[in-house]
């Protein structure tokens, strides 16, 4: 199944450089929105700041809604010390210990202001932040803090309070290659999903989708899949498709490769058994195989969307990822496959 390998990874790269925390997504939408123009019957920004992309199908006895979230996990600012150091918290399933001591951009409109997420001198006894995780302790956010040298008063002239997020910063976010396979980055997740929604789009313009088809950009899925429930619940589709990352463990027996991964089920409801074989099928057709999965610590906007009664079926068309909510790596052909599996899928839904 066509789909434009060098057009997508270049998308995929402009996305990953981008901002977009949850709740203060705008610099992905605007991005988003340049790269749907012209594709598709109507394109729209909802209530839930998602945006839509409508294609007519073939048929309009039933719909089908494909999402992917343009939210990454983040930071924001709990307070500001008297002294400068700015506390923050998590906003979605980040990890301190995933990302350390790193630099980070605090956004405040659409300036940033540099700081560093730090922890301390490191020469230190019990008396300084780092002499637990030192020893072998856990690290936690409320033993860290945001360095920029300036004091409390600057900050606040400068537009930082509290909930401003804190995302890493830019230039950290370039995409990684390990060889020619493996793609690395921050932001795979789930901007590799958004570049399969681009790339769709450009089949769909080519040769519509055999029912309608609705390609939503979904917002704030890294805090519940908020977004997604509300946009799949507003538009008349009884399957939803979610694409995403999915894990590579030992535990789940995925691995980094070129074939998508299908779950049949995660913490939040189970994945449609009838299109999981069907997809199986396509996949078959298409020339490689896939992996199913059984997830535990994962939901996905397929299934929350499905938990919320916004859709009857959820499906999810996984890229394999190590990593996955750090410096994530990903098989390039598992993102470009799983591009092919949707297009193939759009064509022939069969149930």
């Not at 996305?15 to 997504?25: D, I, K, Q, R, V």
Request: with cysteine; net charge negative.
């Amino acid at each position: 199944m066509a789909v434009d390998r060098l057009r997508l990874l270049a998308d995929l790269e402009r996305l990953t450089n981008a901002h977009g925390p949850s709740g203060t997504e705008g610099e992905v939408e605007r991005l988003l929105l340049e790269m749907f123009a012209g594709l598709g019957d109507g394109t729209w920004q909802d209530d839930a700041d998602s945006i839509v992309v409508h294609f007519k199908g073939r048929s309009s006895d039933r719909g089908i809604a494909v999402v992917a979230h343009k939210d990454e996990i983040a930071m924001i600012v709990k307070r500001v010390d008297a002294d400068g150091r700015i506390r923050v918290r998590p906003v979605g399933g980040l990890h301190p210990w995933a990302i350390g001591e790193s630099p980070v951009e605090i956004l405040v409109g659409e300036q940033s202001l540099p700081g560093v997420l730090s922890i301390g001198s490191k020469h230190v006894s019990v008396e300084s932040p780092a002499a637990a995780p030192k020893e072998g302790g856990a690290l936690t956010w409320e033993a860290m803090w945001v360095e920029t040298k300036l004091d409390a008063a600057t900050l606040a002239s400068r537009g930082v309070r509290p909930g401003r997020r804190v995302v890493i910063a830019r230039h950290r976010k370039a995409p990684w290659w390990l060889g020619h396979d493996f793609l690395c980055g921050y932001n795979l997740d789930c901007r590799a999903g958004l570049a399969m929604l681009v790339a769709a789009a450009h089949e769909m313009a080519v040769t519509p989708p055999a029912v309608d088809t609705w390609l939503i950009a979904s917002s704030e899925e890294e805090i519940g899949g908020l977004g997604a429930v509300w946009s799949v619940g507003q538009v008349p589709a009884s399957t939803v498709v979610a694409l995403d990352v999915v894990p590579v463990a030992g535990e789940y027996q995925t691995q980094n490769s070129a074939d998508p991964i299908l779950p049949c089920k995660d913490r939040a409801g189970l994945y449609h058994a009838a299109t999981v074989d069907h997809l199986t099928e396509l996949a078959s057709q298409l020339g490689f195989g896939v992996q199913t999965a059984v997830l535990t610590s994962y939901a996905s906007d397929a299934t929350l969307s499905k938990a919320a009664a916004s859709a009857a079926r959820a499906v999810l068309i996984g890229y394999p990822g190590d990593n996955t909510h750090g410096f994530e790596i990903s098989h390039v052909d598992g993102i470009v496959n799983c591009a092919r599996l949707l297009v193939a899928y759009l064509g022939n839904p069969q149930v």
